[in-house]
């Protein structure tokens, strides 16, 4: 075992030893690039309630400073032929991740490396490319997929529409055993998906129809059909649009019943921005295909968003669930409420108000979720950023009768040293309701403490 982990990180290391470099040889390139990034969280609660838990001798504060580094590796063969890999060494804490390897310790006590992104992509005419293997996928609203699978799709595009078709696999939580010769297809999460994209001048329309078969539940399968749609526009120097999607599907024995539970549910997205105002701070797909734009002196913008994601009725697996399917993804800025777009970690409110199935988020009690944010160049390369935002639930039947989850204010500042080096520093204080005390507090259900946080982000592209 030893003898093999030596290998298969001299194997890592060797491929990035060799290829940050763009070079051409009988046809060939290699392309190196990705970000590393140092980040600074610190919170002054947990949850929303004072009490002391006898079972958190440690305290309820959360504080850490970790480091990410995303590399990427992309060779082409001429224009025809071209191989990805990308990797995350990540969530590393400085506190607990031990920079020696020791193969007797723990796992948990040294670095982490994850496998992103192994794909190979082939033109297969002139206006069509085939691409096979672990690849990001993300409907054009993002509200249902926005995953790491492993899929093949067939893409064509020309100069006004571009298509997509694909057929995958998402990673489930059920194995039917240890090796190959034990495994099948009976208990995996396949996904089936179209979409096309036409744009013009002023308005682009993205419509996706995405079917999901999720058997990893032993004897209740479920079946979804999902259809999203980003309807976008730009004029007179604003970015507006709206995201929608609908979900229909079942699952059988999904009742108390036993009988299938039907389901039927949706999300609606809208924003405008203008200026600087920009669709998440973040909003590359891919942490290395975040693009940041300096701010220049006295440039000014904002940004206005809302999210409804659909309820369900107050009575759990009564053969029918209305609540929507949730990635954890959206378009608000806001860094507690959902996403935090300096880095996810998955510990925000949206996503915790919610049961998990398989890698998606069912939010039982709704989510409306209401915002606006203002950015301004303070100086060149300087710019301050604030964010107002309220959150509410749709069914208080399923939040203890609560309605409010709470109110969010960031105050950010960031600073480009160049188009490649950027801090990023945001204090943010939430002042929970009774809806986000019903599903955090684990003693008083009442208690509304408000949180503080404090984020900092120090981020290279290379």
Not at 375 to 390: H, P, R, V
Not at 434 to 446: H, L, S, T, V
């Amino acid at each position: 075992m030893e003898m093999r982990s030596r290998l298969r990180a001299a194997a890592v290391a060797a491929i990035f030893a060799g290829a940050p470099f763009s070079a051409a040889a009988e046809g060939k390139t290699v392309e190196f690039g990705g970000s590393l990034q140092n980040l600074a969280v610190i919170k002054s609660d947990s949850d929303f309630d004072g009490s002391k838990a006898l079972y958190q001798p440690d305290g309820q504060s959360v504080g850490y400073f970790a480091t990410f580094l995303d590399p990427g590796v992309e060779v082409g063969i001429g224009d025809s032929l071209r191989v990805r890999y990308d990797g995350e060494l990540g969530l590393n804490l400085w506190s607990r991740n031990r920079v020696e390897f020791l193969p007797k310790e723990a796992a948990n006590d040294v670095l982490f490396f994850k496998h992103r992104q192994a794909y190979s992509q082939a033109r297969v005419s002139e206006k069509s490319h085939l691409r096979a293997g672990y690849q990001y996928f993300s409907d054009p609203t993002r509200l249902f997929m926005s995953y790491y699978v492993g899929a093949a799709r067939l893409g064509t595009s020309t100069e006004s529409y571009s298509g997509e078709a694909l057929v995958g696999q998402l990673p489930d939580q059920t194995s039917e055993g240890i090796d190959l010769t034990r495994n099948n297809f009976n208990h995996d999460v396949f996904l089936f998906a179209a979409s096309a994209s036409k744009g013009g001048e002023a308005l682009n329309v993205n419509p996706a129809l995405i079917a999901l078969y999720d058997g990893q539940r032993v004897g209740r399968p479920t079946w979804l059909l999902t259809e999203t749609t980003n309807i976008g526009c730009v004029m007179e120097g604003r970015e507006m649009g709206v995201d929608l999607a609908a979900q229909v599907g079942g699952t059988r024995g999904g009742s108390f019943t036993g009988e299938t539970e039907t389901h039927l549910a949706g999300a609606v997205q809208a924003y405008m921005a203008a200026g600087r105002g920009r669709q998440g701070r973040s909003r590359g797909t891919l942490p290395t295909e975040i693009q940041r734009q300096p701010a220049s002196a006295g440039e000014s913008g904002w940004m206005v968003g809302a999210l409804l994601l659909s309820p369900d009725d107050g009575d759990d697996r009564n053969g029918r669930n209305t609540a929507f399917h949730y990635s954890g993804k959206s378009r608000s800025q806001t860094l507690l409420l959902t996403e935090n777009e300096l880095r996810d970690v998955g510990d925000n409110l949206d996503e915790g108000m919610g049961e998990k199935a398989g890698l998606f988020t069912i939010v039982r009690s709704g989510l409306a979720v209401a915002e606006g944010s203002v950015y301004y160049g303070w100086m060149e390369n300087w710019e301050l950023s604030t964010t107002l935002a309220a959150a509410s639930v749709l069914q208080p039947r399923n939040a203890l009768g609560e309605v409010f989850v709470g109110v969010e204010a960031d105050a950010g500042i960031r600073h480009d040293f160049s188009r490649s080096f950027s801090l990023d520093v945001v204090g943010s204080i939430l002042i929970p309701g009774g809806a986000a005390g019903a599903f955090f507090n684990r003693i008083d259900p009442e208690a509304a403490r408000p949180v503080f946080a404090a984020q900092s982000s120090l981020r290279a592209a290379f």
